[in-house]
């Protein structure tokens, strides 16, 4: 087993809930020498209003500590953080890493953590920026559920659980769905169903424990169930079982986590809430039958029930709706576990569990439950831990060749990139590439008679220069003017380069024989909108309804979506400059 080892532990659940592999793992790795930080669950969703009281809990658990961590034996250390309750949201991102990893730097600084072990059961965002920032010495990701069918605010950790499988240098599962799911993204997949602690069980076993008080005057048989009271619980089908047996009792043991309202009116029916880990053995023990009782659905095809191993190292009879890791279960283990396809089968299988207590039977399951021990399970986890620890660190002392190698690399990707970008230029500004995607800016219609011609300057929006543009916009008004098309020209643009340009457009269509009587000045517009907006006001005053509206031929379409919003009235005729050289 791994010894002497700095580990980080990333739970997706807190140290105080129900006793899972996150804490078995971590307890044991830490009584073998290993300095453990168990970083309690920072959430993958949005919390709700029934969170309220894991709030108030963390909160009361980061008070007791010094700034959230507490020792709560030699080696392990429990981080209660309080972040903001937005995983996925960029900003609560950039707060929690902040003060996450402000918390870290100082507490390893203190006690001398150096390429922690990183040990992720929650992948989400925040949970890649501890990895990323720590230079561990390996990375360990336990895959234990299917997160993303979990809720609908857990689908959104499918992204950064992707990113982590890719850059995780080992990953553990516990069922063969997430197997195949995350052998999709990394080839180094092991299979590790959670397992038990055989010596607890089996000492509570042979001690005879007494009876706990809670079940003194609960009437036997007891039909027993372990664990968290969650929305996979199937309650229909538990409701149908205590209806049709009443004489039966049946007892959960564990948080209520949803609702059980339809339940609560039968009297065989008891919940007695969450109970310490060391105190499970004797309530089991004092069990006839222990249920499985999980609806069939997208989240739980992906679970390895925790206490599957714990009824069968109390020697009990297990029941269980057709879960398909159960099924394997039952398939290598000689059909030990009754496993229920309908609610009927589930049902009828109650009375022949009560009847199936004798030794032989629960020799067989003890057998079973102590070859899933956890002790063998971690000395194979740290096994291939220790290999892979190994195998990176020869490929790190080889830097020769690593160096190389990227250098290769990068090579490689400045060529492709210098490529890419030679393409794109050449395909901008040597093909009609960018022609072909501005065609939809231009209008241009014929002209035809109209009351005024009316042209845009261009500033310096043509060619970034002062100066150029509005000359050629000019000639074509004055060609249009002597032509016959319109009496008058209005001039507009408030831009101003040693001259107003307007006053200048004006004097040149002045020396190109355009009379002054037939020039109206706009002078104040700043942009298109201005354009339109005071040329209209003039149109407006002269009550002209009919233009001619001159500007380049990549201008038009603004100059149209404008006058339709703040002109719809106005009849106008675009004739933008046939060809231009200012582009």
């Known amino acids: 087993m791994l010894e002497k080892r700095d580990i980080i532990c990333i739970s997706s659940i807190d140290w105080d809930f129900v006793w899972q592999g996150h804490q078995e793992i971590m307890s044991k790795l ?18 709700n209003i029934r969170d309220i009281s894991r709030i108030k809990k963390r909160i009361s658990n980061w008070s007791q500590g010094a700034k959230g961590i507490k020792k709560v034996s030699d080696n392990l250390f429990i981080l209660s953080p309080i972040v903001c309750p937005f995983p996925y949201l960029r900003i609560a991102l950039w707060i929690n890493r902040y003060v996450l990893l402000s918390v870290l730097e100082k507490w390893f600084k203190i006690m001398g953590f150096t390429n922690p072990i990183v040990w992720v059961f929650l992948p989400t ?16 990701y336990y895959c234990i559920d299917n997160f993303k069918a979990s809720s609908v605010y857990a689908k959104k950790i499918k992204k950064s659980e992707i990113k982590l499988l890719k850059k995780t240098d080992l990953v553990f599962v516990t069922s063969k769905e997430l197997y195949n799911y995350c052998r999709g993204y990394n080839t180094n997949v092991h299979l590790f169903p959670f397992a038990v602690n055989f010596e607890k069980f089996e000492n509570a076993r042979l001690a005879k424990a007494a009876m706990p008080r809670e079940l003194d005057k609960i009437p036997q048989p007891i039909i027993a169930y372990v664990g968290g009271v969650h929305k996979w619980i199937d309650i229909g089908l538990i409701e149908k079982i205590v209806v049709r047996y009443p004489r039966y009792s049946f007892v959960f043991i564990g948080p209520l986590q949803t609702d ?48 599957l191993n714990e009824y069968l190292a109390m ?21 030990l576990i009754l496993v229920a396809k309908t609610c009927d089968e589930f049902m009828d299988y109650i009375p022949r569990a009560i009847n199936d207590s004798g030794q032989d039977s629960a020799y067989k399951r003890i057998a079973v439950a102590k070859k899933n021990d956890w002790n063998a399970r971690i000395e194979e986890m740290s096994n291939i831990i220790e290999d892979a620890i190994k195998v990176k660190s020869c490929v790190a002392t080889d830097w020769k060749d690593n160096f190389l190698k990227l250098y290769k690399l990068a090579r490689r990707k400045s060529f492709k990139w210098g490529f890419i970008l030679l393409t794109i230029y050449m395909s901008v500004f040597n093909t009609p590439l960018i022609w072909f995607l501005a065609a939809p800016l231009k209008i ?22 002062a100066g150029q543009g509005y000359e050629e916009r000019v000639q074509y008004a004055v060609e249009l003017f002597k032509k016959g098309y319109a009496d008058y020209i209005i001039f507009s643009s408030g831009y101003k380069f ?11 269509a002045i020396a190109l024989g355009i009379p002054e009587s037939a020039i109206i000045i706009e002078d104040k517009a700043a942009n298109t909108y201005q354009n339109v907006k005071f040329v209209k006001d003039i149109l407006y005053q002269n009550k002209w309804g009919r233009v001619l509206l001159i500007s380049s031929p990549y201008h038009m379409r603004r100059v149209s979506m404008v006058f339709s919003r703040i002109a719809p009235e106005m009849m106008v005729i675009y004739t933008p400059i046939p060809t231009s050289e200012f582009y």
């Not at 890649?128 to 720590?134: A, D, K, R, T, Y």
């Not at 219609?445 to 043509?462: M, S």
């Open 260 to 307: 059980v309202s339809r339940l609560l009116p039968h009297q065989n029916v008891y919940f007695l809430g969450k109970k310490e880990h060391d105190k499970i053995p004797d309530f089991i023990s004092n069990s006839s039958v222990c249920l499985i009782p999980y609806l069939l659905t997208e989240y739980t095809k992906n679970v390895y029930p925790t206490k």
């Open 498 to 508: 040693i001259f107003e340009e307007a006053m200048i457009m004006k004097s040149l």
């Open 30 to 47: 830490a009584k073998n020498g290993n300095r453990v930080l168990f970083i309690e669950n920072t959430g993958a969703r949005v919390p």
């Open 444 to 465: 241009a219609q014929p002209p035809i008679k109209a009351d005024c011609i009316v042209v845009l300057a261009g500033g310096v929006g043509e060619s970034g220069k």
């Open 315 to 335: 020697g009990k009879p297990v029941i269980s709706t057709a879960l398909p890791e159960v099924i394997d279960f039952n398939t290598k283990n000689g059909g």
């Open 125 to 140: 965002p925040l949970s890649l920026e501890v990895v990323g920032h720590f230079n561990p010495r390996i990375v360990i």
